[in-house]
């Protein structure tokens, strides 16, 4: 079973910056689409941006400048650099990808990381 791992979130005065990683926890066949979404308290999950397998990025409009989505197919991880951070940006953040894990798997299976937690302080 195909794991996705989140790492990098944490507590930061607004204004400042995190960088947040995602990658699988064991060997995969290929990963096609990653992204990322959030979820803060009282709040539906929404987008925050995604990245293509060669590398087209789309986002939020609340992140656009802000944010930069990319990833490192070698090392099958994907990044959030998270810039001049806002309070109202505190949330949990998950990583979610289309994997296959073995090259008979005819479609990709679409998985979501356990989040982690990022807070921004006034």
């Known amino acids: 079973q195909v794991q996705l791992v989140e790492s990098g979130g944490g507590l930061v005065q607004a204004g400042g910056s995190l960088r947040l990683s995602c990658a699988p926890s064991?060997?995969?066949?290929?990963?096609?689409?990653m992204g990322w979404y959030r979820q803060a308290p009282g709040k539906q999950r929404e987008l925050v941006g995604t990245?293509?397998?060669?590398?087209?990025?789309n986002y939020a409009d609340s992140v656009k400048g802000r944010f930069t989505i990319s990833r490192d197919n070698a090392k099958n991880t994907v990044y959030l650099q998270m810039n001049s951070l806002k309070p109202e940006d505190t949330a949990v953040y998950y990583c979610?990808?289309?994997?296959?894990?073995?090259?008979?798997?005819?479609?990709?299976?679409?998985?979501w990381g356990p989040g982690t937690q990022v807070t921004v302080s006034a």
């Open positions: 979610n990808a289309d994997i296959k894990y073995a090259p008979f798997n005819r479609a990709y299976t679409n998985y």
């Open positions: 064991g060997s995969v066949f290929s990963i096609n689409a």
């Open positions: 990245i293509t397998s060669g590398g087209a990025t």
